[in-house]
């Protein structure tokens, strides 16, 4: 049973413009929401987090938004770049039990 | 610092054979944990390891398993492989687990003919 899912497989959008990238989850006791970022040949690489008693994070570009009530974030890249074309990962951490868990990914081409 | 370092990066079996990937994490980062990527089904958790105990588990079956060495070096073994097993393994470096702090190597690409 999936904990964690990103039900958009791919995302294209033109550079300059919003890139939005969505996540569901169902257990509400999870205590930080991350993002991380993927290119082939590599493995991901840690993008930005928000923990669970927030419900924006801003770094730059890049911001995520948390909805507790709905167990939905949401990345956004403003603005989107060519170099941003990407799997995109959300993540789930559990303190308590140490499981850093997946969703299935989302492929962002940024269009120039 | 160095970061974390998967051997060999990839790897072709045959069906039936046994496969073992290594990991060595960052220096002083305690934990490890093992990710199978495949098309569509994202990084999917295989287990964890802490100061050499297995600390948590996913839902793979008794074919993977794995060990944590005293220098938090960690190995991951595949028996009797399989044609679905072929996918990309990642590990990932925390220095206690359960912060903020992962960091993953860049795979093993395991290719089961």
């Known amino acids: 049973d999936q904990q964690v899912k990103q039900n958009s497989p791919s995302l294209s959008v033109q550079e300059g413009r919003i890139s939005i990238l969505n996540c569901d989850y169902t257990?509400?006791?999870?205590?930080?929401f991350l993002w991380y970022k993927k290119y082939p040949a590599e493995g991901p690489t840690f993008l930005i987090s928000?923990?669970?008693?927030?419900d924006k994070n801003e770094d730059g570009r890049f911001t995520v938004f948390l909805n507790k009530s709905a167990k939905h974030l949401s990345l956004h890249i403003v603005p989107s770049q060519p170099g941003d074309s990407a799997v995109y990962f959300c993540a789930v951490l559990s303190g308590n039990t140490g499981k850093l868990i997946f969703g299935q990914g989302t492929t962002l081409q940024v269009k120039p | 610092k160095a970061g974390v370092t998967q051997t060999p990066r990839y790897l072709i079996k045959t069906r039936g054979q046994q496969v073992t990937l290594s990991c060595s994490p960052i220096?002083?980062?305690?934990?490890v944990s093992w990710y199978q990527q495949t098309p569509g089904q994202g990084l999917q958790f295989l287990f964890e390891y802490f100061s050499e105990t297995q600390r948590n588990k996913g839902n793979f079956p008794g074919r993977f398993s794995g060990r944590q060495f005293s220098n938090s070096r960690s190995e991951m073994n595949v028996s009797t492989l399989e044609l679905g097993d072929s996918a990309l393994y990642l590990c990932?470096?925390?220095?206690?687990?359960?912060?903020?702090?992962?960091?993953f190597g860049s795979g093993t690409r395991l290719t089961v003919v």
């Open positions: 990932a470096s925390s220095a206690i687990g359960g912060r903020l702090d992962y960091t």
């Open positions: 220096s002083g980062h305690r934990s």
């Open positions: 928000i923990s669970s008693i927030k």
């Open positions: 257990n509400s006791m999870f205590d930080y």
